[in-house]
Nanobody, 116 residues
Framework: QVQLVESGGGLVQPGGSLRLSCTAS???????MGWYRQTPGNERELVAT???????NYADSVKGRFRISVDYTENKIHLQMNSLQPEDTAVYYC???????????WGQGTQVTVSA
C-alpha cells in the first residue's frame, strides 16, 4: 500500500514561513506530485504541482510566495511557504497523480493556521 505522510504544519503569525514535507513510501515515477488545501465547507483546491518532467504549476494566490520541490532520492515532496496570510489557513494535503492514468494517492493532511 502506497502511503504519503505529511509533516511540518502548525501555527504561524502573518508574514511568517513554514515548510511542509511529504514522505512517500515508494518511488513515484511518472507521477505528478502536488499540494492541495481545504477549508471547512469548501472543496479541496490546488496549491502547487510538480510534474515528472519538472514542470511546476502554482495557484495564482500563492505565486511568488510558495515553492514546491521534489527530492526523488529521498521520496520527499516539500512546500516552502513564505509571507503567509490568514487566508492560507487550511488543511494541506500531499497528492500523487499518475500522469498516464487515473491512479492517485492522498496523504492524511496537516493543519496550517496563520493567525496573530
Amino acid at each position: 500500500q502506497v502511503q504519503l505522510v505529511e509533516s511540518g504544519g502548525g501555527l504561524v503569525q502573518p508574514g511568517g514561513s513554514l515548510r511542509l514535507s511529504c514522505t512517500a513510501s515508494d518511488v513515484f515515477i511518472h507521477y505528478r506530485m502536488g499540494w492541495y488545501r481545504q477549508t471547512p465547507g469548501n472543496e479541496r483546491e490546488l496549491v502547487a504541482t510538480s510534474g515528472s518532467g519538472g514542470t511546476k504549476n502554482y495557484a495564482d494566490s500563492v505565486k511568488g510566495r510558495f515553492r514546491i520541490s521534489v527530492d526523488y532520492t529521498e521520496n520527499k515532496i516539500h512546500l516552502q511557504m513564505n509571507s503567509l496570510q490568514p487566508e492560507d489557513t487550511a488543511v494541506y494535503y500531499c497528492n500523487a497523480q499518475y500522469e498516464y492514468g487515473r491512479e492517485h494517492y492522498w496523504g492524511q493532511g496537516t493543519q496550517v493556521t496563520v493567525s496573530a
